[in-house]
């Protein structure tokens, strides 16, 4: 195997130490060739109530020039799917991407226009972030920033995509109309599960070896 970086891009309001992040860091612990990076977009609660889209994509650029990062493969989950798939279609470097779960366009996170009306008028709202265990207060900066968002851009790399049926937080169906829309570079696995796809962690890392390591 040759050698390989991989980075994993965490979901909303999560972080570098979540379900997903762990598992996989300590199976590639075993992989000599292969370099994992866990990205934390938040790695404050001051991060987290500043944080916009354009804003994530930006931190995840200056990762990358800060480590001097060559060709990469990227792991989006739900959110981080979303970052990862604007990222590759801005910058160079990407070779394949697993998406899982993602957003593969803004969702306002399902508010009614009514919740965004008292969010903007508020200036922020209690968020409960699962990296801190905590609520913290997140600006509607974050909505102003999504213009750019609300519609999926082209794959600039390969792409699996494994989304849940039973996913309520991010509905499969844009799942299923991106891999359509792109059927020579998009693949969609579609599994029994809700959101967070925690039940098919060993599944996952099957696909992690024969599409990212192995293709």
């Known amino acids: 195997m040759a050698e390989q970086t991989i980075l994993f891009l965490h979901g909303f309001a999560s972080s570098a130490h979540g379900t997903k992040a762990l598992y996989l860091g300590e199976r590639f612990s075993a992989l000599p060739q292969v370099t994992f990076h866990a990205v934390d977009f938040n790695p404050t609660p001051t991060d987290f109530a500043y944080m916009t889209t354009t804003g994530l994509i930006n931190r995840l650029r200056q990762y990358v020039l800060d480590r001097n990062l060559g060709t990469v493969h990227l792991i989006g989950s739900s959110y981080g799917g979303l970052i990862a798939l604007h990222y590759a279609h801005?910058?160079?470097?990407?070779?394949?991407?697993?998406?899982?779960?993602?957003?593969?366009?803004?969702?306002?996170?399902?508010?009614?226009?009514?919740?965004?009306?008292?969010?903007?008028?508020?200036?922020?709202?209690?968020?409960?972030?699962?990296?801190?265990?905590?609520?913290?207060?997140?600006?509607?900066?974050?909505?102003?920033?999504?213009?750019?968002?609300?519609?999926?851009?082209?794959?600039?790399?390969?792409?699996?995509?494994?989304?849940?049926?039973?996913?309520?937080?991010?509905?499969?169906?844009?799942?299923?109309?991106?891999?359509?829309?792109f059927p020579g570079q998009v693949q969609l696995i579609e599994v029994e599960a809700t959101h967070d796809l925690n039940d098919h962690l060993g599944f996952i890392w099957e696909q992690v070896q024969s599409f990212l390591l192995g293709g």
Do not use: C, N
Not at 91 to 100: K, P, S, T, V
Not at 105 to 126: D, F, I, M, N, Y
Not at 146 to 167: F, K, S
């Open 90 to 181: 801005r910058f160079d470097g990407i070779e394949r991407m697993l998406l899982l779960a993602p957003a593969v366009r803004w969702l306002s996170g399902g508010l009614l226009e009514e919740e965004l009306t008292q969010w903007e008028q508020a200036g922020a709202v209690p968020v409960h972030h699962y990296g801190f265990e905590k609520e913290i207060p997140l600006r509607f900066d974050l909505q102003v920033d999504v213009l750019g968002y609300l519609e999926p851009v082209a794959p600039a790399a390969l792409t699996l995509i494994i989304h849940g049926r039973q996913d309520e937080t991010v509905p499969i169906d844009d799942s299923r109309a991106y891999a359509k829309r």
